[in-house]
């Protein structure tokens, strides 16, 4: 028998809204701001995951990937049908690329406008 259940996954960030904006644009979900955080956390929820969370942080540091100087931390696998399309999509609402040259793997890298890394795969 488990302890607990994933709650929500939640990453820190200078702009909560923003980037639940970001990652609704690409999951779908309801945005749900916490009234009693003012502006400083914002949940994605309804898109068939785990909540998602957004947290301010003031002094927010982006992890660098890939950096043999420090961990990536943790990142998002999203799961697509399409590579191409879903690539073309991520970037319009602000990714950037950071490992997606062999297009012969079923999965790329990229970071949110926040800097977090994530995959879109093919899987």
């Not at 609704?24 to 400083?40: C, F, L």
């Not at 956390?41 to 309804?46: A, T």
């Not at 100087?69 to 950037?96: I, M, S, Y």
Request: aromatic letters at 8%; one cysteine or more; a negative charge.
């Amino acid at each position: 028998m488990s302890i607990a259940k994933l709650g929500a996954v939640v990453l820190d960030c200078p702009d909560p809204l923003a980037l639940a904006e970001f990652y609704a644009a690409i999951v779908g979900g309801t945005i749900k701001p916490m009234e009693e955080n003012g502006d400083s956390w914002v949940d994605l929820e309804d898109h068939g995951g785990s909540t998602l969370g957004f947290q301010a942080a003031p002094d927010y540091v982006p992890p660098r990937w890939p950096s043999p100087g420090g961990a990536q931390q943790f990142h998002l696998d999203l799961t697509v049908d399409d590579l191409d399309a879903a690539e073309k999509q991520v970037l319009a609402l602000g990714a950037k690329v950071l490992d997606a040259e062999d297009r012969s793997r079923s999965w790329r890298v990229y970071a949110d406008p926040a800097g977090h890394p994530f995959c879109l795969c093919a899987c």
